[in-house]
């Protein structure tokens, strides 16, 4: 007995000669995701900022993520 899997294109949307990829989306969800709910809180969680959290440092902290990311995937393929 034999599986079937899918076969999915892998580009969710051509715009032209730019192409997004299913992952590139997903990637950048999650990182919308991180970002708003990281702020939201801290908005609402008294002990985070307590705790000394700031905007600033979950802006940094997302950046790090998102550099991380970038080259990990890279060193990754290579």
Not at 34 to 52: C, E, M, N, S, Y
């Amino acid at each position: 007995m034999t599986m079937i899997h899918p076969q999915w294109d892998p580009v969710a949307l051509h715009l032209g000669p730019i192409q997004a990829h299913w992952y590139g989306l997903m990637y950048l969800l999650a990182f919308l995701q991180f970002w708003w709910l990281g702020k939201r809180r801290i908005q609402t969680h008294p002990q985070l900022v307590q705790a000394g959290w700031t905007s600033a440092d979950l802006d940094d902290l997302l950046f790090y993520g998102v550099l991380g990311v970038i080259l990990g995937g890279r060193l990754g393929y290579v």
